[in-house]
């Protein structure tokens, strides 16, 4: 896929050691679960295989952002699909491209991607009560919250959104 500013593509292998930098990064990982910090690019690489794996039966899966400007790899976004038919928007950023504006585009592209050629009615989103970050690119993105489906894991209060197509769904422009 491709947004004005950014390619977006499915994980590589080579994204590994991007990966491992990602959620070596304490700020980053300060919201998310301690499970995903690798102590290695290798661990980040056998995580990588696995994912991969997975995503060949899937119809949608997290894929990597990539600036068209210097071929730089930002992050990843993408639309993840849950054992309960849920469809879930999500991604995470290195924070040296935090609020330049890369995940509200990327998550646009997905969102589009999600409701035209997917066909979903529905995605949700969630992020911790205390990332007000990610909680402005998904209100941002036209999220609305769901407080029914908000719960506590890993030591955090996950808050719940969602965006249907029903509800008048539009682009944000």
């Known amino acids: 896929m491709e947004t004005p500013r950014?390619?977006?593509?499915?994980?590589?292998?080579?994204?590994?050691?991007e990966i491992f930098r990602l959620n070596g990064n304490p700020e980053v990982m300060r919201f998310l679960g301690k499970r995903e910090v690798y102590t290695s690019v290798e661990e980040a690489r056998s995580?990588?295989?696995?994912?991969?794996?997975?995503?060949?039966?899937?119809p949608y899966a997290r894929w990597s952002v990539i600036r068209?400007?210097?071929?730089?790899?930002l992050g990843w976004c993408g639309l993840k699909l849950h054992p309960d038919g849920e469809t879930d928007l999500g991604f995470?950023?290195?924070?040296?491209?935090?609020?330049?504006g890369y995940a509200t585009e990327a998550g646009k592209a997905w969102l589009?991607?999600?409701f035209k050629e997917f066909n979903l009615p529905r995605m949700v989103a969630q992020t911790t009560s205390e990332n007000l970050g990610s909680q402005r690119v998904?209100?941002?993105?036209?999220?609305?919250?769901?407080p029914a489906t908000d719960h506590d894991e890993d030591g955090?209060?996950?808050?719940?959104?969602e965006?249907?197509?029903s509800a008048g769904f539009s682009l944000p422009s």
């Open 92 to 100: 995470r950023f290195h924070e040296a491209y935090w609020g330049r």
């Open 68 to 73: 068209k400007e210097d071929g730089a790899w």
């Open 47 to 58: 995580w990588l295989e696995s994912y991969l794996e997975r995503a060949k039966s899937l």
């Open 138 to 146: 998904i209100t941002k993105l036209g999220f609305t919250r769901d």
């Open 156 to 161: 955090f209060r996950w808050l719940s959104y």
């Open 163 to 165: 965006i249907s197509r």
């Open 6 to 17: 950014l390619y977006l593509r499915p994980f590589l292998l080579d994204d590994a050691p």
């Open 112 to 114: 589009e991607r999600g």
